[in-house]
């Protein structure tokens, strides 16, 4: 994880930003005022979805002029594409997605009671309605029907404002393991998860790529193609779906069956292989929390005036003055003249224009939203806290995206934007080099300043090149930049680091588990830069527990490993509490090699409540990667009621783990574990946390001053 420098300002700009605050504050109220004839707002009931923390490690520096009580910090962090893991649900007997996210997989990869690739809480199909049978073949030769599988569904949202909302577009990818041509891939939607009445969409058959080899007659169905990936028996289902006009759960159903044809029963039992899998998701308005920006002339861009969550909404589709009314594809927003962008080119002071390349009929690039959401624990946008950035984009072969940071934004009495470059994402690969919708999802830490903050995103075509990086505005064909600005209030970060550290040591009171340990009284950590790589690159390897038989990292050539851990606690307390439940995040590193598919990399999470004593608890087991280059992962865990040093760890390899796996094998293989302290009380402010007794919770704090206290 990198941080940007710290960058301090002298006495004098000190003087002369107090002396322009009287007038910021005039033109925000007057702004404001503007603002209020703009807004409409849905007021929805919904409950709340936990979000993902990713956390800075460098050291924080303090201003010169801290006597003008202004607080800068020059920090920022990217993590890659987030993938939301459904849960469970025993109402429904299969997972279920969170509300308010634009996407979400089920992130479950197994076949019903299969010894060799078990399915957690299998069969996972809607009220336990369909079975699952698992093939019993076993042997090296290609008629391994064991492995025959629904691995994951994945749902994306389509539409303005990035939810999944009625009568929009979602995306949605089923993958599947297969290896003969006799299996075949059947997807099914349903309208109603409390009463399910399934229409069937079409199908996929193994060792084919193109279009569905069969259709039902569902209505919704805009595009479909098959993509099959001979390296890693991987048969992938592509299509979009326009969703029924009403809010409430739906489901996608998909099941792989070898019997020779499609099968358009939504239960299908009839052959020697089947494996049924559901996802549940709801189908929602914009919660009321969330804002559409505004354009606004003076900073020439879209502009939020809501606190912690908003978006562009309508106002970014398309690009310059194509007129094509391919950038407007069916159900899509449509765009003036099918594909101009109006107010072009929504980037502040007009600073980077889009072009106007055009494949006539063609879906060219273009980012058609962009949306900011507060990771703060208060919900709104704060200074040296973390943001996450969603992006809807079109893709084809060679497309880039650029993504830019700016603070401390003027456009009075003189134009200004502090722009920094933050990262390059290459676009996923395209099936058959299709042009294809993506959501990308980037989560980076704000500057500590107050004042107007942009983000940016810049999508371009560059085929065959490597990443273009440094730029936040690259001067390449097919551009489309757009900026969101939102206005930003400073915060005082926390005295204790969310880092882990190292832990070598026996004086803090437990053994030396020699792996990533949180500090004792946090309820939020990461292991930051410690893991990052994979044997002899990855520092202090193995970074697996020493009080048990530790895990070994395997060598090999492939970019393969696990790059950070983070946990969270969902506790009111601040800390991790016993009984109670806690969000873990999983970055991995996914090949980029041409001669490994992606799509054979699995991930594994195992919990311990005991890291004295491990005994490990399966928790999820998952296809790890959906594209080349680095995945994020997340998911529940509920914490067991024992106080005291709990872990976790996070294992990826080629192909599947055996039901009683604890250490990742064979090549390019990578194990990691974080330690982490149930039950003790918050860390107060101005204190260290020294250490945890082994049996006892009672915690020694060291004062800033040197003077001991104990609380118990």
Same mark, same amino acid.
């Given at each position: 994880?990198?941080?940007?420098?710290?960058?301090?300002?002298?006495?004098? @700009?000190?003087?002369?930003?107090?002396?322009?605050?009287?007038?910021?504050? +005039?033109?925000?109220?007057?702004?404001?005022?503007?603002?209020?004839?703009?807004?409409?707002?849905?007021?929805?009931?919904?409950?709340?979805? /936990?979000?993902? *923390?990713?956390?800075?490690?460098?050291?924080?520096?303090?201003?010169?002029?801290?006597?003008?009580?202004? *607080?800068?910090?020059?920090?920022?962090?990217?993590?890659?594409?987030?993938?939301?893991?459904?849960?469970?649900?025993?109402?429904?007997?299969?997972?279920?997605?969170?509300?308010?996210?634009?996407?979400?997989?089920?992130?479950?990869?197994?076949?019903?009671?299969?010894?060799?690739?078990?399915?957690?809480?299998?069969?996972?199909?809607?009220?336990?309605?369909?079975? %699952?049978?698992?093939?019993?073949?076993?042997?090296?030769?290609?008629?391994?029907?064991?492995?025959?599988?629904?691995?994951?569904?994945?749902?994306?949202?389509?539409?303005?404002?990035?939810?999944?909302?009625?009568?929009?577009?979602?995306?949605?990818?089923?993958?599947?393991?297969?290896?003969?041509?006799?299996?075949?891939?059947?997807?099914?939607?349903?309208?109603?998860?409390?009463?399910?009445?399934? $229409?069937?969409?079409?199908?996929?058959?193994?060792?084919?790529?193109?279009?569905?080899?069969?259709?039902?007659?569902?209505?919704?169905?805009?595009?479909?193609?098959?993509?099959?990936?001979?390296? +890693?028996?991987?048969? *992938?289902?592509?299509?979009?779906?326009?969703?029924?006009?009403?809010?409430?759960?739906?489901?996608?159903?998909?099941?792989? $069956?070898?019997?020779?044809?499609?099968?358009?029963?939504?239960?299908?039992?009839?052959?020697?292989?089947?494996?049924?899998?559901?996802?549940?998701?709801?189908?929602?308005?914009?919660?009321?929390?969330?804002?559409?920006?505004?354009?606004?002339? @003076?900073? &020439?861009?879209?502009?939020?005036?809501?606190?912690?969550?908003?978006?562009?909404?309508?106002?970014?589709?398309?690009?310059?003055?194509?007129?094509?009314?391919?950038?407007?594809?069916?159900?899509? *927003? &449509?765009?003036?003249?099918?594909?101009?962008?109006?107010?072009?080119?929504?980037?502040?002071?007009?600073?980077? +224009?889009?072009?106007?390349?055009?494949?006539?009929?063609? !879906?060219?690039?273009?980012?058609?939203?962009?949306?900011?959401?507060?990771?703060?624990?208060?919900?709104?946008?704060?200074?040296? /806290?973390?943001?996450?950035?969603?992006?809807?984009?079109?893709?084809?072969?060679?497309?880039?995206?650029?993504?830019?940071?700016?603070?401390?934004?003027?456009?009075?009495?003189? &134009?200004?934007?502090?722009?920094?470059?933050?990262?390059?994402?290459?676009?996923?690969?395209?099936?058959?080099? $299709?042009?294809?919708?993506?959501?990308? %999802?980037?989560?980076?830490?704000?500057?500590?300043?107050?004042?107007?903050?942009?983000?940016?995103?810049?999508?371009?075509?560059?085929?065959?090149?490597?990443?273009?990086?440094?730029?936040?505005?690259?001067?390449?064909?097919?551009?489309?930049?757009?900026?969101?600005?939102?206005?930003?209030?400073?915060?005082?970060?926390?005295? !204790?680091?969310?880092?882990?550290?190292?832990?070598?040591?026996?004086?803090?009171?437990?053994?030396?588990?020699?792996?990533?340990?949180?500090?004792?009284?946090?309820?939020?950590?990461?292991?930051?830069?410690?893991?990052?790589?994979?044997?002899?690159?990855?520092?202090?390897?193995?970074?697996?527990?020493?009080?048990?038989?530790?895990?070994?990292? /395997?060598?090999?050539?492939?970019?393969?490993?696990?790059?950070?851990?983070?946990?969270?606690?969902?506790?009111?307390?601040?800390?991790?509490?016993?009984?109670?439940?806690?969000?873990?995040?999983?970055?991995?590193?996914?090949?980029?090699?041409?001669?490994?598919?992606?799509?054979?990399?699995?991930?594994?999470?195992?919990?311990?409540?005991?890291?004295? !004593?491990?005994?490990?608890?399966?928790?999820?087991?998952? +296809?790890?990667?959906?594209?080349?280059?680095? &995945?994020?992962?997340?998911?529940?865990?509920?914490?067991?009621? @024992?106080?005291?040093?709990?872990?976790?760890?996070?294992?990826?390899?080629?192909?599947?783990?055996?039901?009683?796996?604890?250490?990742?094998?064979?090549?390019?293989?990578?194990?990691?574990?974080?330690?982490?302290?149930?039950?003790?009380? $918050?860390?107060?402010?101005?204190?260290?946390?020294?250490?945890?007794?082994?049996?006892?919770?009672?915690?020694?704090?060291?004062?800033?001053?040197?003077?001991?206290?104990?609380?118990?």
């Amino acid at each position: 994880m990198k941080s940007g420098g710290v960058k301090t300002r002298g006495s004098k @700009n000190g003087e002369n930003r107090k002396n322009k605050k009287k007038k910021d504050m +005039a033109m925000k109220m007057t702004m404001k005022k503007k603002v209020k004839l703009n807004f409409v707002f849905v007021a929805l009931i919904l409950s709340t979805v /936990q979000i993902s *923390f990713v956390f800075s490690c460098s050291k924080r520096e303090k201003n010169e002029s801290e006597e003008f009580g202004y *607080f800068f910090e020059r920090k920022g962090v990217m993590s890659p594409k987030s993938i939301w893991c459904a849960v469970r649900d025993s109402s429904y007997s299969a997972p279920v997605c969170p509300q308010n996210v634009d996407g979400c997989s089920t992130c479950l990869d197994g076949v019903g009671d299969s010894a060799a690739i078990p399915e957690p809480y299998q069969p996972n199909s809607i009220f336990n309605s369909c079975p %699952d049978q698992a093939g019993t073949s076993s042997s090296n030769s290609s008629i391994n029907s064991y492995k025959k599988r629904i691995r994951t569904i994945e749902v994306e949202s389509l539409s303005q404002s990035g939810f999944i909302e009625p009568g929009q577009n979602i995306k949605v990818t089923v993958r599947a393991w297969c290896n003969n041509y006799a299996d075949f891939i059947d997807i099914f939607f349903a309208d109603d998860a409390d009463s399910p009445n399934w $229409q069937y969409v079409g199908s996929c058959k193994c060792g084919i790529s193109g279009s569905f080899i069969n259709t039902g007659s569902f209505p919704g169905l805009v595009s479909s193609i098959c993509v099959w990936y001979s390296l +890693a028996y991987n048969e *992938f289902a592509h299509f979009i779906l326009t969703l029924p006009n009403v809010s409430r759960k739906m489901a996608i159903r998909a099941r792989i $069956q070898n019997s020779g044809s499609w099968r358009d029963l939504p239960c299908y039992t009839s052959s020697s292989v089947y494996d049924h899998d559901d996802l549940v998701f709801t189908v929602q308005n914009p919660p009321s929390s969330f804002t559409c920006g505004v354009y606004d002339p @003076n900073f &020439q861009a879209p502009v939020c005036y809501g606190d912690g969550w908003c978006g562009t909404c309508e106002l970014v589709p398309c690009r310059d003055n194509v007129n094509d009314y391919a950038e407007s594809p069916t159900e899509f *927003f &449509q765009c003036p003249n099918g594909g101009n962008e109006t107010n072009q080119p929504n980037t502040l002071f007009s600073g980077c +224009a889009d072009a106007n390349d055009n494949d006539p009929n063609l !879906l060219d690039e273009q980012i058609r939203r962009i949306n900011i959401r507060s990771l703060s624990p208060s919900g709104k946008f704060e200074g040296g /806290q973390s943001v996450e950035v969603s992006m809807l984009v079109s893709c084809t072969a060679g497309t880039q995206i650029v993504l830019a940071y700016a603070s401390g934004i003027t456009f009075t009495p003189y &134009q200004s934007a502090n722009w920094r470059y933050l990262t390059t994402i290459l676009c996923p690969t395209s099936p058959l080099n $299709q042009r294809t919708w993506n959501v990308i %999802d980037y989560t980076f830490r704000l500057d500590n300043v107050e004042g107007f903050h942009a983000v940016r995103g810049v999508i371009f075509r560059c085929q065959g090149c490597s990443a273009v990086v440094g730029n936040v505005c690259p001067n390449y064909n097919y551009r489309d930049a757009d900026d969101l600005v939102f206005l930003v209030k400073p915060s005082s970060p926390s005295n !204790l680091p969310p880092c882990a550290v190292f832990d070598n040591a026996t004086d803090d009171g437990d053994p030396a588990y020699r792996t990533p340990k949180c500090r004792a009284g946090v309820g939020e950590c990461s292991t930051c830069n410690l893991i990052v790589g994979r044997y002899t690159s990855e520092p202090n390897y193995s970074n697996t527990l020493a009080t048990t038989s530790s895990c070994s990292d /395997q060598s090999g050539t492939y970019d393969v490993w696990i790059d950070r851990l983070d946990i969270k606690s969902n506790s009111n307390e601040g800390t991790f509490s016993p009984g109670s439940t806690a969000e873990v995040n999983i970055l991995i590193n996914c090949p980029s090699s041409a001669s490994i598919h992606y799509s054979r990399i699995y991930l594994a999470l195992l919990y311990t409540s005991d890291a004295n !004593l491990p005994s490990w608890q399966r928790v999820l087991t998952s +296809a790890a990667c959906t594209t080349a280059g680095k &995945q994020l992962f997340k998911t529940f865990l509920n914490l067991d009621s @024992n106080p005291g040093n709990h872990a976790i760890r996070a294992m990826v390899q080629f192909d599947g783990f055996s039901p009683t796996q604890t250490c990742a094998s064979g090549p390019s293989a990578d194990t990691d574990d974080l330690v982490f302290v149930v039950g003790v009380p $918050q860390a107060p402010l101005n204190f260290d946390a020294e250490g945890l007794l082994p049996n006892s919770i009672t915690l020694s704090w060291r004062l800033i001053l040197k003077v001991k206290h104990t609380m118990s």
